[in-house]
């Protein structure tokens, strides 16, 4: 038995066959009921991403072979078993058991990209890029650089106490500015992906070193960010939120709150300059001038040329850019105190 619903999609499919050569066909999907516990491949296994697939595709041999379904209007897709033949369905349809899955491909422009648990447990550095954030800084601070060189660690230098003529002394030259996102000096960040099993939840740290701010020898700023299991029982895991170094303190922002971050191609054609919000894939976190503190938004209205208050007024734009993906390093190649308890910190 099947129907279709509204949340019919077009989307392309991919038969993840032995042979290298895959099958690509574009079609709708739609959600078939088989509650009658037997299939064309066999007992049903009753499964939430079992497919049944329409005359046209479906062979016996193709029964337990994966299939990658792409939304094609948003990039975004998941992978399903076949499970079934269709009889009689339109040969341009394909259908799935769960319309959980359906709504996830359907609104799936209103979610971020997920990384697959064998990919957090197994590939942590994979892992960690997926999701590495944009640094953003204002030019005229100090700008982060390595932790250590040739195995020993950066000792850092005096602050400079508020002198705005002195913010910049014994850091990293930066490339001449040449208006907004302009590229910065490369700078290394480390990450640390560990599991909290008492929370259900993913965390990823990325930790920044700066040799100072204004007010202190040898800074570390950082952003961590939360993961939670996807809804649509694939095992998968999305972004839930994002907590931030702010002077001692932290500020929090849920994923779904987050005013800027962008999306990589395949799924955008263009580069770092694109917002998707919360559908993208890598927040983009200013890092302030005077402080280093770390946050979702720009501040340019206050506190420019003196020093702030508070983190939360610190001067902060997108002068300087630097993808944290570009170069990344695992927290534990540094000889220095685990920062694993920045992971467990509680929003």
């Not at 979610?111 to 960690?128: F, K, R, Y």
Request: glycine content about 6%.
């Amino acid at each position: 038995m099947y129907f279709t619903t509204p949340l019919a999609i077009l989307a392309t499919l991919s038969l993840a066959l032995a042979s290298p050569l895959e099958k690509r066909t574009t079609g709708q999907i739609t959600y078939y009921d088989a509650s009658a516990g037997i299939s064309a491949c066999g007992a049903n296994n009753g499964g939430k991403l079992v497919a049944a697939l329409s005359p046209s595709a479906f062979s016996a041999s193709k029964c337990g072979k994966s299939i990658k379904v792409t939304n094609s209007a948003n990039g975004k897709s998941v992978t399903v078993k076949v499970g079934d033949k269709c009889a009689g369905c339109n040969l341009t349809m394909f259908f799935t058991q769960s319309v959980g899955l359906l709504v996830s491909l359907a609104v799936a422009a209103l979610a971020d990209t997920p990384i697959s648990l064998s990919t957090l447990q197994n590939q942590p550095a994979d892992a960690a890029k997926e999701a590495a954030p944009l640094w953003l800084l204002p030019s005229g601070t100090c700008f982060p650089s390595a932790a250590s060189w040739d195995g020993q660690q950066t000792n850092g230098h005096e602050p400079d106490n508020c002198n705005i003529f002195k913010l910049d002394h014994n850091c990293p030259t930066q490339p001449s500015w040449t208006g907004p996102y302009t590229q910065a000096h490369p700078f290394p960040t480390y990450y640390m992906v560990r599991e909290c099993p008492e929370l259900n939840q993913w965390r990823i740290l990325y930790d920044v070193y700066f040799t100072k701010d204004t007010g202190h020898k040898s800074d570390w700023e950082w952003a961590v960010l939360v993961f939670k299991p996807a809804a649509d029982g694939s095992g998968n895991w999305i972004r839930d939120s994002v907590i931030m170094e702010n002077e001692g303190d932290h500020g929090y922002s849920t994923w779904s709150s987050i005013p800027e971050a962008y999306t990589l191609p395949p799924a955008r054609s263009n580069d770092i300059h694109n917002n998707d919000g919360a559908n993208g894939d890598h927040a983009k976190l200013y890092m302030a001038k005077w402080h280093h503190s770390v946050h979702t938004s720009s501040h340019t209205n206050t506190f420019k040329n003196t020093c702030p208050p508070s983190g939360n007024v610190d001067f902060r734009n997108s002068d300087y850019y630097w993808a944290s993906g570009d170069w990344l390093e695992e927290s534990s190649t540094l000889d220095r105190e685990s920062p694993i308890h920045l992971i467990a910190l509680t929003p």
